[in-house]
């Protein structure tokens, strides 16, 4: 049985990913930041299905947290094959002039340090140089990236912009070492992030500028992310993938 790490599991997409992927197999090490309970649930219908989860409480952009994280999904679920980088957050929607460091540090702490750290904790444990098995990342990235959320949130924009960068050249630096690193850009999926920004009903709003005509759901997100994650995409690294009907 292969074991997937998934970062932000507790929520939305992470979630959705973490059943696909109970689904498909594999055991299920969830991270989440507070939401304890709603993280044990995820785990509660993961055994439920017959499966395997372990949910760990870490925040991403803390250096010792994210050790331990990874050390508790090793040890607790037996090895490691994966990892999903889907951590994300943002703030009430604002323009650059009025956003303050405090807010950008934040930001930046879990959208690029915590998926930096988390990468890298991932590479020290499957890459063959340092005699892991080789695996996958996929990294979540977000159409804001291309977009630049102007008048909601560049920051986050720009952080995702990050995250794309990373997937491009993480993927080069380790694939001679067994290791594939893909991302996905979701578009307007229905979850809790838009209640973040202050804008609950924000993908009902601009769901008429979607050329599919609607907002995605988490699942849809989590298939693309499984394939990532699957033999059937063994030739594809450094490829970020669109998830957003169009947008
Ligand atoms: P969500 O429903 O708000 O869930 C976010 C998840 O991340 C939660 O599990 C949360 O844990 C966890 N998290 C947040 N900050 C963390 C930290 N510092 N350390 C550890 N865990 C942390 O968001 P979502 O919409 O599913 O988003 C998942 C990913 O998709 C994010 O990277 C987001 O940027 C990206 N994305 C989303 C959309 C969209 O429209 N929804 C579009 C493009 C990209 P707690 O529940 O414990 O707080």
Known sequence: MKTVLITGGSRGIGAATARLAAQA???????????????????????????????????????????????????GLGGLHALVNNAGTLERQARVDELDAARLQRVLSTNVIGAFLCAGAAVRRLSTRHGGPGGVIVNVSSRAAVLGSGGE???????????????????????????????????????????????????????????????????????AILWLLSPQAAYVTGTTLDVSGGR
Do not use: M
Request: net charge negative; charged share 25%.
């Open 25 to 75: 197999g594999y055991a299920v090490g969830l991270g989440y930041r507070q939401d304890a309970a709603a993280a044990a649930g995820i785990v509660r219908e993961i055994e439920a299905a017959g499966g395997r989860a372990l949910a760990v409480q870490a925040d991403v952009g803390h250096p010792d947290d994210v050790e331990r994280l990874f050390d508790t999904v090793q040890t």
């Open 153 to 223: 949130y560049v920051d986050y924009a720009a952080s995702k912009g990050a995250v794309d960068t990373l997937t491009v050249g993480l993927a080069r630096e380790v694939a001679a070492e067994g290791i594939r690193v893909c991302g996905v850009r979701p578009g307007l999926i229905e979850t809790d992030i838009h209640a973040l920004g202050g804008e609950p009903g924000r993908v009902a709003r601009l769901a008429g500028s979607v050329p599919l005509g609607r907002g995605g759901t988490p699942d849809e997100v989590a298939q």
